[in-house]
């Protein structure tokens, strides 16, 4: 199978000349998992309980239509939604998507990269911590998945996706959490197609070595979820780019879906739960932090779950006036961008990243840090119909 370029996969130096990738890359399923050892599940959800016109105008005073991060922060629902509306998701096509389409392409090579600052904003990178695979069958992870989207005609990509919890909505969340470069290439002004969730993607191993059942229930147990409405950060539409860089601090993304199949259950009443998110964590409290996604470059094939128990994240900034990026040793690769990252809160998993950037040679992976930028996004299409 030749390589298929997405657009996605990139590369930045870092201190000591270290490559950066964003990690949200096509998958590729011509071979198996092979024997590597899985792991015990790691806790990840919390039980449920029970193109328009824009309509007013917002203050954008950059070329690039980028607000201050002081603005930002004041964003009421109106600024949003006018936002959200410049900047709509095509709707995915009805039964697009097989098992075949989702096999389909691989990573593509890296591009050359600016460097990463020196002063004092960034600490050392963690060591290596090896990926487990998660255990088959995904119960205590069925939040988790893999989103699907279409970065040109015939150009099938992958990215990793988390149920989280809806504040308007209390135990019957719709409402995914990924990576911004997942629903777009940022200032080129590209919004992916056909985009859906498939969580706890192959949970039965109906899809390991290799095998392609033709019954989606083996490699979809809880359906196949299109997504209708979409936000990132203003930053990572104004600046995201082939490259990691500032815009990495800010490279978030969160979806609102519904069952292809319909049908009055939500998605998290579907998969038995959801993950809250844990916004501005102090990250002195950050002292164990897992990650989790759907790694699928080499030695991975995408097909399993895999986890990273990556212990106390370290910190790396691009531009030092916005919140640095956390960091844990992980050898996941491409595939797993948009990844949840958890952390315990009052004996709970919390959401308290996604995977955005890492090396060409993988062995850590950064994400960003969630402040009220992200806080105010998520009460946006919280409140969205």
Request: charged share 15%.
């Given at each position: 199978m030749s390589p298929v370029?997405?657009?996605?996969?990139?590369?930045?130096?870092?201190?000591?000349?270290v490559a950066l990738t964003l990690f949200g890359v096509a998958a590729c399923g011509s071979s198996g998992s092979g024997d590597r050892?899985?792991?015990?599940?790691?806790?990840?959800?919390?039980?449920?309980?029970?193109?328009?016109?824009?309509?007013?105008?917002?203050?954008?005073?950059?070329?690039?239509?980028?607000?201050?991060?002081?603005d930002l922060k004041k964003w009421k629902f109106s600024d949003w939604d006018t936002w959200a509306k410049q900047h709509a998701i095509p709707q995915a096509v009805k039964g697009f998507w097989n098992l075949q389409k989702m096999l389909q392409a691989k990573p593509t090579d890296p591009v050359a990269p600016p460097q990463q600052p020196t002063d004092g904003s960034t600490d050392p990178l963690p060591a290596p911590i090896p990926a487990q695979a998660i255990a088959h069958p995904y119960k205590q992870n069925a939040v988790d998945g893999k989103l699907f989207f279409d970065v040109a005609p015939g150009q099938h990509a992958v990215c990793s996706a988390t149920v989280i919890s809806d504040p308007q909505h209390?135990?019957?969340s719709n409402l995914i959490w990924t990576a911004g470069h997942c629903l777009t290439t940022g200032k080129s002004g590209q919004q992916y197609s056909n985009i859906v969730f498939v969580p706890a993607f192959n949970s039965s191993g109906a899809v390991s070595g290799g095998k392609q059942p033709t019954d989606a229930s083996q490699f979809a147990p809880f359906g196949i979820w299109d997504a209708t409405t979409a936000i990132s950060s203003p930053q990572w539409y104004a600046e995201g780019s082939e490259e990691g860089g500032p815009a990495s601090?800010?490279?978030?993304?969160?979806?609102?879906?519904?069952?292809?199949?319909?049908?009055?259950?939500?998605?998290?009443?579907?998969?038995?739960?959801?993950?809250?998110?844990?916004f501005n964590a102090p990250r002195d409290q950050l002292t164990a932090v897992t990650a989790i996604g759907f790694p699928s470059a080499t030695p991975y094939?995408?097909?399993?779950?895999?986890?990273?128990?990556?212990?106390?994240?370290?910190?790396?900034?691009?531009?030092?006036?916005?919140?640095?990026?956390?960091?844990?040793?992980c050898t996941m690769t491409p595939g797993s961008s948009g990844g949840g990252w958890f952390a315990m809160?009052?004996?709970?998993?919390?959401?308290?990243?996604?995977?955005?950037?890492?090396?060409?040679?993988?062995?850590?992976?950064?994400?960003?840090?969630?402040?009220?930028?992200?806080?105010?996004?998520?009460?946006y299409i919280s409140k969205k119909d």
């Amino acid at each position: 199978m030749s390589p298929v370029k997405t657009g996605l996969h990139r590369r930045t130096a870092a201190a000591g000349a270290v490559a950066l990738t964003l990690f949200g890359v096509a998958a590729c399923g011509s071979s198996g998992s092979g024997d590597r050892t899985q792991s015990a599940p790691v806790p990840s959800a919390v039980p449920s309980s029970a193109a328009p016109s824009p309509s007013s105008p917002i203050n954008l005073p950059s070329s690039l239509g980028l607000p201050s991060l002081g603005d930002l922060k004041k964003w009421k629902f109106s600024d949003w939604d006018t936002w959200a509306k410049q900047h709509a998701i095509p709707q995915a096509v009805k039964g697009f998507w097989n098992l075949q389409k989702m096999l389909q392409a691989k990573p593509t090579d890296p591009v050359a990269p600016p460097q990463q600052p020196t002063d004092g904003s960034t600490d050392p990178l963690p060591a290596p911590i090896p990926a487990q695979a998660i255990a088959h069958p995904y119960k205590q992870n069925a939040v988790d998945g893999k989103l699907f989207f279409d970065v040109a005609p015939g150009q099938h990509a992958v990215c990793s996706a988390t149920v989280i919890s809806d504040p308007q909505h209390p135990g019957k969340s719709n409402l995914i959490w990924t990576a911004g470069h997942c629903l777009t290439t940022g200032k080129s002004g590209q919004q992916y197609s056909n985009i859906v969730f498939v969580p706890a993607f192959n949970s039965s191993g109906a899809v390991s070595g290799g095998k392609q059942p033709t019954d989606a229930s083996q490699f979809a147990p809880f359906g196949i979820w299109d997504a209708t409405t979409a936000i990132s950060s203003p930053q990572w539409y104004a600046e995201g780019s082939e490259e990691g860089g500032p815009a990495s601090q800010y490279d978030f993304g969160i979806l609102k879906v519904e069952n292809q199949d319909g049908g009055g259950k939500s998605l998290e009443e579907t998969v038995g739960g959801s993950v809250p998110v844990w916004f501005n964590a102090p990250r002195d409290q950050l002292t164990a932090v897992t990650a989790i996604g759907f790694p699928s470059a080499t030695p991975y094939d995408g097909m399993e779950m895999e986890s990273c128990a990556g212990g106390k994240p370290t910190r790396l900034a691009f531009d030092t006036s916005r919140p640095a990026m956390n960091v844990i040793g992980c050898t996941m690769t491409p595939g797993s961008s948009g990844g949840g990252w958890f952390a315990m809160r009052d004996g709970k998993p919390a959401l308290v990243s996604n995977t955005s950037i890492g090396p060409a040679q993988s062995g850590w992976l950064a994400g960003p840090y969630l402040d009220d930028v992200a806080q105010s996004a998520l009460a946006y299409i919280s409140k969205k119909d």
